[in-house]
Structure formats: structure tokens, C-alpha cells
């Protein structure tokens, strides 16, 4: 058999094949199942935390989803064992709240103090109790003292011992410490010494360092400060502690974040109040 009727008969079945079958018809089927196939699977993973839905008013939980995804179990790192997010506690009712008015998507009101409570911007997440970690199994933002080789870098202030002052610019104590992030190498919290002689730690995101400036040899002078104008001095009384000296959890990391995050709106009557 010659090579042109090899050719031949090779075309003679394709147009047999194609001839009887319609291949731009298999090509549309094979999508359309593919797609529905894509739609139900996103909308069964956007159904994992969080589900079963619960009335906004009364809590009440809803049915489960048709579409329900199966449970999702995550190994976590340094033997700490499995995490499975559908597990989770879910969110409590009983606040000390109230609405604004009767209706969904009414605001809460609080009815006691929202950054004690944990309401609003000063609410926290339950993360787990436990030190974050660097990827050798250590703990991840410890005091300067304890930290591998970590130092504060020549061209830098020293900020341990400067005073502290409020967002009224009151003196609200001394900073006895910095904690470090051992993993990105940056100071994450301040350890500060209250007037009262208590030690909380106070987020480096929210402390302004006023040094004496550029200016000073010039006459301008201006004293060594930190600023932290989240909250008042009375409030440094109730930050939320660590249980462990020298160490913080996640937990902890959370509702420490939030307590000052809730100052920059309930620390004064004046910042939750309307503007006009």
C-alpha cells in the first residue's frame, strides 16, 4: 500500500467519525457539565465556617445546607495536633448589648464597657492558647533579653525607660521592655510600668516615639517621649494580661490588639460620637 492511500483511508475514517458525530457538540456538553460541576463545588466550600446560618435576632440556628461540604481537618505544625474550623465554639447571644432598634442589621448599643465586653472594635478572636511560633518550634515575640541575638540597632533609640504618655497627653507610665518578633525581627509590643507599678504590654502600631529631632542642636528642643493615644491613663489599669510571664499566646495577642484598637472609640465619649 502506497502512502497516498494510507492518506486515503485515514481520511475516509475521520470523515466516517466526524461525519456521524458532531465534535463542537461534545466539545459544549463536556464544558456545561464541567461548569456545573465548578458551581456546586465553590458553593459547598463556601459553606464550611459559620454554617449552619443563626436568625440575627434570636440566634436560632437555621437547617444545614443541602449543599454541605464534608468537614475539613488541618494538621497542625510542632505536634500540636488537628484543627477543624465546623468544630469551632460558636459566637454567644447573651451579649451586654442591646439593638438600636428592632430589625435586622440594627446596630448593638452597649449596655456596659464595650472594651472590657469585647464589643465592636474592641472585639477579639478565640484563637488558640497557645505561643505562635517560629518555624524551629520556638516562641515567636518574646522580651528583647530572651531573643535570639535580636538587638535594637545602633542608629535607633533606646526606648526602655522612656516615659509614656496617654491620648491626653498625660504621663501614664514607663517603658520597662520590648518584645520582639523573633520570625520578622521587629518589635512588636512595649512592655510599659503603669503609675500604679503594674507592667502591661502596649502594640509598637499604636505608640508614637518622639525623639528630640534633627533640630535640637539648633535650640529646638523637645523631650523623649512615647505617646499612645488609644486609650487614657486609667485605662493602662485594665489591659489584658499573660498568664505566663514572658511569653504571650494567641489568644492573648487578640484581646490585647483589640483592647486598644476599642480605645480609638470608646476610650473618650467624644470618639463615638457623630461627627456632624
Known amino acids: 500500500m502506497t502512502l497516498p492511500d494510507t492518506f486515503g483511508i485515514l481520511a475516509m475514517n475521520a470523515t466516517y467519525i466526524t461525519g456521524t458525530f458532531d465534535v463542537a457538540e461534545l466539545a459544549f456538553w463536556l464544558f456545561l457539565i464541567f461548569f456545573i460541576g465548578l458551581v456546586l463545588y ?14 440575627e435576632l434570636s440566634g436560632k440556628l437555621e437547617s444545614q445546607p443541602l449543599l454541605a461540604a464534608d468537614k475539613k481537618v488541618f494538621k497542625l505544625p510542632h505536634s500540636r495536633g488537628t484543627y477543624v474550623p465546623e468544630d469551632g465554639a460558636r459566637e454567644p447571644v447573651d451579649i451586654p448589648a442591646q439593638f438600636a432598634f428592632h430589625g435586622g442589621g440594627a446596630p448593638y448599643v452597649p449596655t456596659g464597657d464595650p472594651m472590657k465586653d469585647g464589643l465592636g472594635p474592641a472585639a477579639w478572636a478565640n484563637r488558640q492558647d497557645y505561643p505562635d511560633l517560629t518555624f524551629d518550634g520556638r516562641p515567636r515575640i518574646v522580651p528583647l533579653g530572651d531573643s535570639h541575638d535580636i538587638m535594637i540597632a545602633p542608629n535607633d533609640p533606646n526606648i526602655i525607660g522612656w516615659p509614656v504618655y496617654d491620648c ?12 520582639v518578633d523573633q520570625a520578622e525581627h521587629i518589635i512588636r509590643y512595649l512592655e510599659i510600668e503603669t503609675n ?15 525623639t528630640k529631632g534633627l533640630l535640637a542642636g539648633l535650640g529646638w528642643d523637645r523631650p523623649e517621649l512615647v505617646q499612645i493615644d488609644a486609650i487614657t491613663k486609667d485605662h493602662f489599669a485594665d489591659v489584658p494580661g499573660i498568664a505566663t510571664p514572658g511569653q504571650i499566646t494567641r489568644l492573648e495577642e487578640d484581646k490585647i490588639m483589640a483592647y486598644y484598637g476599642g480605645g480609638y472609640m470608646y476610650a473618650k465619649p467624644e470618639r463615638s460620637e457623630p461627627w456632624i
Do not use: C, I
Open 196 to 210: 500604679a507599678g503594674a507592667k502591661v504590654l502596649a502594640p509598637m502600631f499604636v505608640a508614637v516615639v518622639q
Open 168 to 179: 491626653n497627653v498625660e504621663l501614664a507610665g514607663t517603658v520597662s521592655d520590648v518584645w
Open 42 to 55: 465553590l458553593n459547598r466550600e463556601s459553606r464550611r465556617e459559620g454554617y449552619p446560618l443563626e436568625d
